[in-house]
């Protein structure tokens, strides 16, 4: 059976990091650890990745590279790969969305997609 953007599912959890933060210098990190589930029958390995990151202005920064953390995991039918990595905004709230492009052990080049996830201080929106 062949891999197809249904076999991966994409789970995004986002934190402040308000310690690391320079608000007066428009500058507001944040964390985000990814669990990339695989939901195919075969294994597959993430080779590259590609991000689309939105401010609070809508000024966008496209990131491409191989994969993610300096790691590209092959990830087993019904396991999951978890990683943390972060972003630096200008704003104290922006947006991140993109994909994976993961090589299934068919050699098929199967998309992966991230769904956008929001970057907010907290208190920001009520």
């Keep these: 059976m062949a891999q197809d953007n249904h076999s991966f599912r994409v789970e995004v959890k986002t934190d402040y990091l308000e310690e690391q933060s320079s608000p007066e210098e428009d500058k507001f990190l944040f964390s985000y650890t990814i669990t990339i589930v695989n939901l195919g029958d075969l294994p597959a ?42 972003t630096m905004l200008d704003t104290p709230l922006g947006f991140m969305e993109g994909f994976y492009h993961m090589k299934a052990q068919n050699g098929e080049m199967v998309k992966a997609m991230i769904p956008r996830f929001r970057l907010a201080v907290p208190g920001l929106l009520h």
């Design 45 to 86: 390995k993430l080779e590259t990745r590609h991000w689309i990151i939105t401010d609070g202005n809508g000024q966008q920064n496209e990131v491409n590279g191989a994969g993610v953390v300096g790691e590209t995991p092959t990830i087993e039918p019904d396991s999951a790969y978890q990683y943390t990595s972060g």
